[in-house]
């Protein structure tokens, strides 16, 4: 009698105990628009311009989970390209901000997922707190005529000239030494 009383509040415990909803976060990535759609099972929603991989550095599509989180990483592979708040989605694919805001809108990258610093840090905070789906989809179309490898460097020299016409200054961000170039000098800056 002990052992099925025992066996059925052990039963009664796990079937009886109250299920606790958990929020997700909906990452809709359109590689044809360069957009990525954002929607939160809590009620938050955003709509954000991104770059994707170039011609030669396809991003990767489908349905992913995010693999791990870093608040800063550098690329080791992109001359230590600071990736701020990359959510990692498959192997070395990465959503992460990125100072080239400029490119936004565009095919850029090397095959990651890049959106501005300050929607990058919304979408960690997010992903951070409720988990995440990622699905990603569709195929560039914004290459620009000629030579589409040279889209990217095209695209950049176009949006220097446009900023010096409207009396903005462009800047480019200083860079951080290498491990590589640390180790030959670690004391004299760049």
Not at 50 to 58: E, L, M, V
Not at 86 to 97: K, L, N, P, T, V
Not at 120 to 136: F, K, P, Q, R
């Amino acid at each position: 009698m002990r052992a099925y009383s025992a066996w059925g509040l052990a039963v009664g415990v796990v079937f009886g105990a109250p299920t606790v909803a958990h929020a997700t976060v909906h990452i809709d990535v359109d590689l044809g628009q360069q957009r990525m759609h954002v929607n939160s099972d809590s009620g938050a929603s955003y709509d954000w311009p991104i770059s994707s991989g170039r011609p030669g550095h396809a991003t990767p599509t489908g349905h992913y989970r995010p693999q791990a989180m870093y608040v800063m990483v550098h690329s080791a592979k992109y001359n230590n390209a600071p990736m701020p708040h990359s959510i990692f989605f498959r192997s070395q694919y990465a959503i992460h901000g990125t100072g080239a805001v400029w490119a936004l809108g565009h095919v850029a990258s090397h095959g990651c997922i890049r959106i501005s610093p300050t929607n990058a840090a919304t979408l960690y905070s997010m992903v951070s707190g409720e988990g995440a789906v990622i699905d990603i989809h569709g195929a560039p179309t914004s290459l620009i005529a000629g030579n589409p490898h040279r889209a990217g460097h095209k695209l950049a020299a176009e949006m220097r000239q446009r900023l010096k016409s409207e009396g903005l200054a462009y800047a480019p961000h200083p860079r951080t030494k290498s491990l590589k170039e640390w180790q030959k000098n670690p004391v004299q800056p760049q």
